[in-house]
């Protein structure tokens, strides 16, 4: 922008200071635009922040939604030497007996011994079938045991290899592989394709074989040592086998887990609480946000109202889930919750989950977030457009503000380089008249 220069001598104002100075008021209003538009741009970061931790409350809630998820069931084993086992969701209490007959065995075989590692072993093509898959190792020039077991195990899948030493003085060295347990780990491998050299002659010392287990008096075969689908729900790995001893396995509630899954699940909700109280105090980055009024309300009014169930429970403070005193975040009490778990399961389960037309609060909060967050129609969306829209206006604003404010300045410049030139043209007629006078006393004189 163009600017017209003056001193102010003739007045002796500085009159480009009172120029600044009037420039400053008018622009007054643009400083509150531009205060109101960081406040806007604050809000949307903070309406991002609370998203993501209502998000983080659905994944809780979603843990325990469901009679499965509920549960928390624990699997013991009577005879941990002999195998583990874990439960998953989808597991259901009961007592198994399990007999481990035979661990799942993995294929083994050997060369013909090698007076050296570096004895070359030919050049062409191996072929590798693997559980019915075919694979290929090119040979391309000559190489020796060592490098074949190396490139075995970096280029072949399901096969592991090494080299056994006897000790012997002459030199005796096997190449040894490995495959994995279970039938689907068994091998063979094709070396008609090698020319020259010295090719791995190899004789199976062990064939690949199931594991056999006896389940409740079912003989039960599975493809290696970890056993996902005998019993549903439940994965077990087995560690030793022990004909005519009987493994007892337990799968029954986790009461210390259900209480862990409710406590990470209040904790989520008191992350939200808190934060939307300290964002929607006076000085907060979430004060008179709307938005963030509403989802407070709707965030209360899920875990506050009265459960409609057939249950013993039909308030979280029943089972020592209560408000903390001078904040709307709750507390946990976990002794409260496990004895009413002791008391009544299935009445404290059914404040949370949904099934059969009960509608617990993770099961409401679920959908709660679903709607808040929901791309298109959610409180999110809306409240963050209407936000944007406030800014786009005030930028609008502003830039109107700016063009009014540089007229201003130019009228502003104009009328006080008008005043200096008339006041320098008033004071050369003065000095004029005064040097006429002074002429014509002297002459006088």
């Keep these: 922008m163009s600017t017209i220069s003056f001193s102010g001598l003739a007045t002796g104002m500085d009159t480009a200071s009172i120029v600044s100075q009037l420039l400053e008021l008018k622009r007054a209003p643009v400083y509150r635009l531009q205060n109101d538009r960081q406040t806007y741009q604050s809000q949307i970061s903070a309406l991002g922040t609370l998203k993501d931790k209502l998000l983080a409350l659905q994944t809780a809630a979603q843990g325990l939604d469901t009679a499965n998820e509920f549960a928390a069931l624990k699997a013991t084993s009577s005879h941990e030497d002999l195998l583990q086992v874990t439960a998953s969701s989808s597991a259901a209490p009961g007592t198994f007996s399990v007999e481990v007959q035979a661990l799942a065995a993995a294929q083994k075989s050997r060369s013909q011994m090698y007076t050296s590692t570096a004895t070359t072993i030919g050049t062409g093509t191996y072929r590798f079938t693997v559980g019915g898959e075919e694979q290929t190792l090119e040979i391309d020039t000559y190489t020796d045991l060592a ?119 209040v904790d989520a909700y008191n992350d939200v609480i808190l934060f939307l109280e300290l964002g929607l105090k006076t000085d ?135 005043m200096e030139q008339m006041v320098a043209q008033l004071q050369a007629q003065g000095n004029s008249l005064m040097s006429m006078s002074f002429t014509s006393y002297n002459q006088s004189s």
């Design 147 to 265: 490098t074949l077991a190396e490139r075995i195990n970096n280029e072949i899948d399901g096969i592991n290899a090494a080299i056994i030493y006897d000790g012997s003085d002459t030199g005796g060295y096997y190449l040894s592989l490995t495959g994995e347990p279970g039938s689907s780990g068994a091998f063979s491998i094709d070396t008609s394709g090698l020319n020259g050299g010295s090719p791995p002659v190899l004789t199976t010392i062990q064939a690949a074989a199931d594991a056999h287990l006896v389940i409740d008096g079912l003989d039960v075969y599975t493809d290696g040592n970890t056993v996902e689908n005998a019993i549903s729900g439940l994965s077990i790995n087995l560690l030793g086998a022990e004909v005519g001893t009987r493994v007892q396995i337990d799968v029954a509630t986790d009461a210390d887990g259900v209480k862990e899954q409710v406590k990470g699940f």
């Design 284 to 418: 907060g980055n979430l004060h008179g946000n709307t938005t963030a009024r509403s989802i407070m309300n709707s965030m209360q009014s899920v875990m506050n109202a009265s459960h409609s169930g057939d249950g013993a429970y039909s308030l979280l403070a029943q089972v020592g889930i209560e408000h903390q005193q001078g904040t709307r975040a709750l507390k946990f009490d976990e002794s409260k919750f496990a004895d009413a778990v002791a008391a009544d399961f299935s009445a404290v389960r059914d404040l949370f989950i949904e099934r059969d037309g009960n509608i617990g609060k993770a099961s409401l909060i679920d959908t709660a977030v679903d709607n808040l967050t929901d791309s298109i129609s959610g409180m999110f969306k809306m409240g963050t457009d209407s936000l944007n829209t406030r800014i786009e206006n005030i930028d609008n604003s502003i830039e109107r503000y700016e063009r009014s404010i540089e007229s201003y300045r130019i009228t502003l410049e104009r009328k006080f380089v008008a």
